[in-house]
């Protein structure tokens, strides 16, 4: 495979910002990447949704008080919200010109989990997001401390259960455990006493904030430092210790670049991240670059985010409703909003078993042969192994070939771009497919170039990035 369509493929979600790549250099990729805008226009779908404290109350007022089809109104409208929530988001992953932010957005959204399931307010949701895409490339430090305090981290991990007189801990644990330092750096009295800090920490109008009748002011000993400590106060002292930058340079490199990454890579990296002062930008730019020169393509499964968009790229699909690729990541186990517990999606091997195999199968053969995936056609891949005879709307596929090249140099040109290696038994295979009395320029080229690329599509090799 080109090291510009790998990297398109592992910067962004597909390959279409290879020729980008091989064009302006990663180098100045990357800073353009930087540098793109950041979209804070509130999405339209959230107009009429409750953003004060104030409304969210007489919201719910409403509802308690409202009879069975009010109700079922009020259900519809949440799970629409849901819907155009997705699609939102999955649009700009599409359609943004250096889709490296929204990748970055992905992964700090499967570091900070906060699911809209247990959440329920979308447009604390919609903020957890947007802090997430405002800091992508900023301080890992500063970011921490905007979402701890942010309205859908406190609900989620039960901080507005936290009080002066009746501890809960969970925030304080995950601050430790998932978020910073990881097991083994800390101890079970520096979660008892951070959950002290966290005391009082509630739901505000911008973002948590405390609440003077409930929060602790006493004094308490964190990592042997003692004093009247707040959640900013915790942060501080966590970037002080000696594990801080290992985590989060591990889980960069695995989301990235590498399913396993060696601890010598880990250390190296997280040595420079803590003399950057924890900027991400600076991190990824060294990552990026200096794994760039090396041969390390076919060390990372693709996520089914990559897979799928990688797919509709690859056949040009026109008008495809982004609600459906929501619903395929979602039978993957790649729902987003919605991960299953707070340590996230683990990615690796999880991303290819054997049903999440079967299902990127079946899918390619749908959209190879012209169909489009539907709520029902999911349903029935999942539930009956892909056999159904339901009715399909037909889409237009084609793929981008060189209709002056022969059988070989076809073949050639797809497997640099989509595989990562190509051994003798695929290349016969492959001439098998598409034979030396091809002809690129006869009506029916199309479907025969097709028809090799759901070959390829289906091979292990093409899993991997």
């Not at 180098?27 to 004060?52: H, I």
């Not at 889709?99 to 989990?113: A, D, Q, S, T």
């Not at 900023?138 to 002066?164: C, H, P």
């Not at 990592?223 to 002080?240: M, R, S, V």
């Amino acid at each position: 495979m080109k090291k510009s369509n790998l990297w398109s493929l592992r910067l962004g979600f597909s390959g279409k910002e290879a020729d980008t790549i091989e064009k302006l250099g990663l180098e100045k990729f990357l800073k353009k990447s930087y540098e793109s805008k950041v979209d804070k226009q509130l999405p339209e779908f959230l107009n009429d949704d409750p953003k004060t404290l104030a409304e969210l109350k007489e919201l719910r007022e409403a509802i308690k008080n409202a009879d069975s089809e009010t109700k079922k109104k009020e259900l519809k409208k949440a799970i629409y919200s849901g819907v155009e929530f997705r699609r939102w988001w999955i649009n700009k992953m599409r359609t943004d010109e250096f889709p490296l932010r929204e990748n970055m957005v992905v992964f700090w959204h499967n570091h900070f989990v906060s699911t809209s399931q247990k959440v329920k307010v979308n447009y604390w949701i919609y903020q957890h997001n947007m802090i997430l895409r405002e800091n992508a490339f900023g301080n890992f430090k500063e970011l921490t401390k905007q979402i701890v305090k942010s309205n859908a981290m406190v609900k989620y991990l039960d901080n507005v259960d936290n009080k002066k007189d009746k501890i809960n801990e969970n925030l304080s644990r995950e601050l430790l455990e998932l978020f910073t330092i990881g097991i083994g750096n800390y101890s079970e009295s520096d979660i008892k006493n951070g959950a002290r800090a966290l005391a009082g920490l509630n739901y505000g109008e911008d973002g948590a904030v405390y609440r003077k009748r409930i929060e602790d002011d006493t004094d308490k000993t964190y990592f042997g430092k003692t004093g009247n400590w707040k959640a900013d106060d915790l942060i501080d002292i966590i970037f002080e210790q000696k594990a801080i930058p290992y985590l989060i340079t591990r889980k960069i490199l695995e989301w990235f670049i590498y399913d396993n990454p060696s601890e010598e890579l880990v250390i190296y990296y997280g040595d420079y991240f803590r003399k950057k002062n924890f900027e991400i930008e600076p991190l990824l730019t060294k990552i990026f670059l200096e794994e760039y020169a090396k041969d390390n393509s076919g060390t990372k499964i693709k996520d089914p985010l990559v897979y799928i968009i990688q797919l509709i790229n690859e056949l040009e699909v026109k008008d495809f409703d982004d609600a459906m690729i929501a619903l395929f990541l979602r039978q993957q186990g790649m729902d987003l909003y919605n991960q299953v517990n707070v340590k996230g999606w683990d990615g690796g091997n999880s991303w290819l078993t054997s049903q999440i195999y079967l299902q990127r199968n079946n899918t390619s053969d749908l959209l190879c042969s012209g169909r489009s995936i539907s709520r029902k056609v999911i349903k029935t891949m999942v539930e009956e192994g892909g056999n159904s005879n339901t009715e399909f709307e037909k889409i237009e596929v084609k793929i981008d070939f060189d209709t002056n090249g022969t059988n070989k140099t076809v073949i050639a040109a797809l497997s640099n771009r989509l595989l990562f290696k190509v051994d003798d038994s695929m290349q016969k295979d492959m001439e098998n497919l598409l034979k030396y009395d091809f002809d690129p320029k006869e009506e029916h080229a199309n479907f025969a170039v097709i028809r090799l690329f759901n070959y390829i599509s289906k091979l292990p090799e093409y899993q991997l990035i």
